[in-house]
């Protein structure tokens, strides 16, 4: 697994890797119960603070999405699972809102970034919640 960050990003490091991680799973990149670097691995890996991978670890584990066995690393979990539905929309209606923000400060028309959306959508594997 190949993590990048970018150092020009708006967006702080330790969330960079919670999305990473997050778009590995809903590509099927990553599936229940595969194991993730451990915090050591990932920090050499990407030359930052291991303090940095740790807190988007946590992140991840507060969500749901990762579980961390002492002695055995940090795995996928059951991905979202645990997470009850008004949480789910929570974290998904938070970044379709800074898209929808960032498409009516350029201008672009509902329609336009309705079949973006729906082209995205098409590149990843859904079931019903």
């Known amino acids: 697994m190949y993590f990048a960050i970018n150092s020009a990003s ?3 490091v330790y969330q960079q890797i919670v999305d990473q991680i997050k778009r590995e799973i809903a590509l099927g990149r990553l599936s229940c119960t595969d194991k993730i670097p451990t915090v050591r691995e990932l ?3 990407l030359i930052i603070n291991p303090n940095t991978i740790a807190k988007a670890y946590r992140i991840l584990e507060q969500q749901g999405i990762v579980v961390t066995r002492v002695g ?3 795995f996928v979990s059951e991905a979202g699972s645990s997470l009850s ?5 929570t974290l998904v209606c938070g970044k379709l809102e800074l898209a929808a923000v960032e498409a009516a400060t350029l201008r672009i028309s509902k329609t336009t970034v309705s079949e973006w959306f729906e082209t ?9 919640a």
Do not use: H, N, V, Y
């Not at 539905?85 to 929309?89: I, L, S």
């Open 10 to 12: 708006e967006f702080p």
């Open 72 to 74: 055995s690393g940090t």
């Open 85 to 89: 539905q008004d949480a789910r929309k």
């Open 120 to 128: 995205i959508l098409g590149k990843f594997m859904f079931r019903e």
């Open 43 to 45: 920090a050499a890996q």
